[in-house]
């Protein structure tokens, strides 16, 4: 890999590099303690940034061939002499075999670049530990976050912050200014006691997720139990058809659309209830309820799952026609047709419902992976602030009623057939017409003149009920000073 590419920065200004007191480190010694995978990553950033690194190893013979040649592998005593700042790339349980080099690296700055196996697992941070077994060091967290990998793809890919804790300020400047030239942001979390939280991050595993996706796997088995009753159960008892075959893809394909549907006006539904808050409070500085915050906290994960189901939903339609099943029911319907001698079984009213559910089904799919495309942050930081909510409000709630009209459009007359109601139960695209509709009727009424003038003034600031001073001239021409209501 090009030495261009590993040293140039990965973002702009951010973090801690607008500090004026960060100066260019390129070309002092770092040295590095451990000789695995990350240690080897991290001594060829280092060096492809400018920096000489001595790497410390108990083994070095046996280790010098897996780093660069321009970084020297020596013992581990000779490393900590030959340098001030010093990576400690070993795990927690390692530590005390550095205890005999204490007095050697006292004063030196020792940066902790481990990680645990599971969150608190300890009840003191590993950084912490370190600077109990070294008090005459100065320790630093940062770089635990970064991967191994990310250190060798350079700007191409990975995380791009470095979070920095420590006690010493000094150290901490030290430490951001050596992330800055390998091309990573600094990103100051202030004292010690923030390690803890900064082991813990590598470790969560989609934490924004977590809620939506327990959202769609209920909607899902709901949706899925619901048409399980309705396609299978209900044929088998009263008809004593063996239809368990549809269980796979029909029932699946069935699911689906309902799950993105209705996920997708969950994403705007929260914003319909902070906008009637606001009417009702008459105020934008009333903080909402912590479920309406985290939920609104959550619409980017709703809508992205949203899209996933409805891209699912539509391979899914593709595969229907190449069903061993579905080729039996066309013979058996050809069979029929024969016997009964019907020449011509085209009925208008149902093709154009297909084209019509078809074509509005597509323009809907293209419609959300736009917003899709959209919140990546890649793409969302290329746009200003008018376009992105353009894309995500506007286009979105467009994308809103244009899967109502697809699903209008696959019930079409066939709502008001008693026949479609097994077990007295509705079919399931009239359940899922609940939120949607509800949304969409909200959204009409809040762009009604009286009542968007209203919302607007509120969100630019205005309250119900505030008194606002104001001063008049009285009879004899002195200025008197009196109080009114903002809402009078």
């Not at 770092?30 to 695995?36: P, Y």
């Not at 901490?172 to 942001?185: C, D, H, L, P, S």
């Not at 959300?368 to 909510?389: D, V």
């Amino acid at each position: 890999m090009s030495r261009g590419d590993m040293a140039k920065p990965l973002l702009g200004n951010g973090g801690m590099e607008g500090d004026p007191s960060i100066t260019p480190a390129a070309g002092r010694t770092i040295g590095v303690l451990g000789s695995g995978d990350f240690a080897r990553s991290l001594a060829i950033r280092l060096v492809c940034s400018g920096f000489k690194v001595v790497v410390g190893s108990r083994n070095p013979k046996r280790k010098a061939g897996l780093f660069p040649s321009a970084a020297e592998v020596t013992f581990q005593a000779e490393a900590v002499k030959k340098t001030d700042v010093i990576f400690v790339a070993v795990f927690r349980e390692h530590y005390s075999t550095l205890c005999d080099l204490a007095d050697v690296l006292a004063g030196k700055i020792l940066v902790d670049v481990s990680n645990n196996t599971e969150i608190n697992h300890h009840k003191e941070s590993n950084a912490e530990y370190l600077a109990s077994l070294f008090p005459a060091c100065t320790v630093v967290k940062g770089f635990n976050v970064v991967s191994a990998w990310t250190l060798q793809s350079g700007a191409r890919d990975g995380n791009k912050q470095v979070l920095i804790c420590s006690n010493n300020q000094e150290a901490k400047r030290t430490v951001a200014e050596i992330a800055q030239v390998m091309g990573f942001t600094p990103v100051d979390m202030g004292c010690m006691s923030s390690a803890c939280e900064i082991e813990n991050i590598p470790l969560r595993l989609l934490p924004a997720w977590k809620i939506p996706i327990l959202l769609a796997l209920g909607l899902f088995l709901c949706f899925f139990t619901y048409n399980l009753v309705r396609q299978v159960i209900h044929p088998y008892i009263r008809e004593q058809k063996n239809k368990f075959y549809k269980i796979p893809v029909e029932v699946v394909n069935t699911t689906l659309p309902c799950v993105a549907y209705v996920m997708l006006s969950l994403v705007y539904l929260p914003g319909v209830l902070a906008a009637c808050s606001q009417l009702y409070y008459g105020t934008k500085y009333r903080r909402f309820p912590d479920w309406l915050d985290q939920w609104l906290q959550h619409r980017k994960q709703i809508g992205l799952l949203s899209f996933f189901c409805a891209a699912l939903h539509a391979v899914y339609s593709l595969c229907l026609p190449m069903r061993r099943s579905h080729r039996y029911q066309l013979i058996e319907t050809a069979v029929k047709q024969a016997v009964e001698k019907k020449m011509n079984i085209w009925v208008e009213e149902e093709v154009w419902r297909m084209e019509i559910y078809i074509s509005v089904g597509i323009i809907a799919l293209g419609l959300l992976s736009l917003l899709a495309i959209t919140s990546l942050p890649s793409i969302a930081n290329s746009l200003n602030w008018r376009e992105f909510s353009f894309v995500q409000s506007t286009l979105g709630f467009i994308a809103l009623v244009i899967s109502t009209l697809h699903t209008l459009t696959y019930g079409w007359s066939r709502a008001f057939d008693e026949n479609q109601y097994k077990f007295y139960l509705p079919p399931t695209y009239t359940l899922t017409l609940l939120v949607p509709c509800t949304v969409i009727l909200a959204k009409v009424i809040f762009n009604l003149p009286c009542i968007h003038q209203r919302l607007l003034r509120i969100r630019r600031g205005w309250e119900k009920g505030r008194y606002v001073k104001f001063v008049l001239p009285s009879a004899t021409g002195e200025y008197s000073s009196g109080e009114t209501s903002s809402n009078v």
